[in-house]
């Protein structure tokens, strides 16, 4: 507990610093303001809307009792009518009358005993017993003239109308009826005036809160408009230095970039060296190996035929060692490129690659027109490369996309093959291959991503930004 007061203390220190005592008094003072406004105002609404309910329940029970009293004097009218003429049809008016007076007061009866406060409705749910009480005397006495009249004994049933028992039934109902309606009148006006009341107080609380927050808004916008004019020379200081210090982070990010360049140039000159001294120094010796070792096979191949067997296997070693000469050297340096261009080279070593592997190719290349720096046209040709080589040693696939696309920009390369696929959450450290190539990617500025998963074969991507030069450029 004591080291949660010494946090809370120590961060009320700060806000004190940061925006003033004065402030955090007058926003302390505008929070508890706010906070009893939205409590009151929020009881204040319950109350009314309850109210309103309430008006609209003791409406619909007016209304109720209304109909109820027109569909009891329509039922009236169809016995009469029935005794006058004994036709059927005011049979069915009657039974109309009769339910439909039913539905109203068990309508009454539920609202007025469902109410809210429906334990201050004393006085009317007595009133409303006897109006029940009423009716239903009332519908009985019909029910039984109707009854008569229905057996043909028409006189009883004249007897039974000529009584002055409908007739009082009818004057208490009515009176009954006059004397709930006018209670609930009173009730609804009282209830109509508490509402007003609430709507007037919510009303002045809604227009009172925000013109006293305003007020102390306005107090503490005007103090932190004061610490905020002191602050904007400080703010624009910092912002200058920052913009210093992002215009010197670019300028070196791009010699970063550009001494990258020049780090792989001199790879691939020193690569270009030693392919011409492995091609003119060893493919001297070898050649000049070859020629000694056929002139001596010619000299003793009639007399020493078992010499002449050895030196033959001999002769084919040596050739080996001159295609793997060949081949290294190709790999060190891509004579194509020197002497044909970039695309050419490049297509040449798609080609052969998938004609070696019988591969089905979808290739897409830009035009060869297409001109590329040096450089960077050599981390392409050595991304292909690595991919090619990739899918020659371990994929086992049979189909090979690549697409290149370029712009003034950039150079996208994509290849897709169809082989084993690698788990890339447990890629080790012996995969120099592709860590290769990433690094050679990311360190010009580039993009480089693979994707892929066991079954689903390799995708490559690698996006080369052709607007990087050397730093001697």
């Not at 009716?135 to 009854?147: D, F, H, R, Y």
């Not at 009730?187 to 006293?212: E, F, M, W, Y």
Request: hydrophobic letters at 40%.
């Amino acid at each position: 507990m004591r080291k949660f007061l010494e946090i809370l203390f120590t961060k009320l220190d700060k806000l004190f610093d940061v925006f003033g005592g004065r402030n955090i008094a007058l926003l302390g003072v505008s929070l508890i303001i706010t906070i009893f406004s939205l409590f009151f105002n929020d009881n204040w609404l319950q109350d009314a809307v309850e109210k309103s309910v309430e008006i609209s329940q003791l409406n619909h029970i007016l209304q109720e009792i209304v109909l109820l009293r027109g569909n009891i004097y329509k039922a009236e009218s169809a016995q009469r009518g029935y005794l006058l003429t004994h036709s059927k049809d005011y049979i069915l008016f009657y039974d109309v009358g009769i339910d439909d007076a039913k539905k109203n007061l068990q309508s009454v009866e539920t609202i007025l005993m469902n109410m809210t406060y429906a334990s201050d409705y004393k006085s009317e749910q007595a009133l409303l017993s006897k109006l029940s009480a009423d009716v239903g005397a009332k519908i009985s006495e019909m029910n039984v003239t109707l009854e008569f009249a229905t057996n043909g004994k028409v006189a009883d049933a004249t007897k039974v109308v000529k009584l002055d028992s409908g007739l009082n039934q009818m004057n208490s109902i009515n009176a009954n009826a006059e004397l709930l309606q006018t209670a609930l009148n009173v009730r609804l006006k009282d209830i109509h005036q508490a509402r007003n009341v609430t709507r007037n107080v919510i009303r002045t609380s809604v227009i009172a809160g925000p013109i006293l927050l305003i007020f102390l808004v306005v107090l503490v916008i005007k103090q932190l408009l004061q610490e905020l004019a002191d602050k904007a020379v400080l703010q624009q200081r910092l912002s200058d230095e920052n913009h210093r210090h992002e215009t010197h982070a670019v300028e070196q990010s791009k010699l970063l970039r550009s001494l990258a360049l020049d780090y792989q140039a001199d790879v691939e000159r020193e690569r270009h060296k030693l392919a011409r001294e492995l091609h003119d120094e060893m493919g001297s010796i070898l050649t000049a190996s070859k020629m000694d070792i056929s002139w001596v096979i010619k000299s003793i191949s009639k007399t020493h035929p078992d010499i002449v067997d050895k030196l033959k296997k001999t002769n084919s070693y040596l050739d080996q060692g001159i295609n793997f000469k060949r081949q290294m050297v190709q790999e060190l340096h891509p004579s194509m490129i020197s002497s044909f261009g970039f695309w050419p080279a490049l297509r040449s070593l798609i080609d052969d690659a998938v004609e070696r592997n019988k591969w089905a190719l979808t290739i897409t290349l830009p035009d060869e027109s297409t001109e590329i720096n040096e450089t960077i046209s050599l981390v392409a040709y050595r991304i292909v490369q690595e991919t090619l080589n990739n899918c020659n040693k371990y994929a086992k696939a049979t189909e090979l996309s690549i697409h290149m696309i370029s712009d003034e920009k950039h150079l996208k390369i994509e290849i897709q093959d169809n082989g084993v696929g690698l788990d890339l959450a447990h890629l080790d450290n012996k995969t120099h291959g592709l860590s290769g190539m990433r690094h050679r990617v990311l360190a010009i500025g580039g993009h480089f991503e693979i994707d892929s998963s066991l079954g689903k074969g390799l995708f490559t991507r690698a996006i080369l930004p052709l607007d990087v030069k050397a730093s001697g450029a």
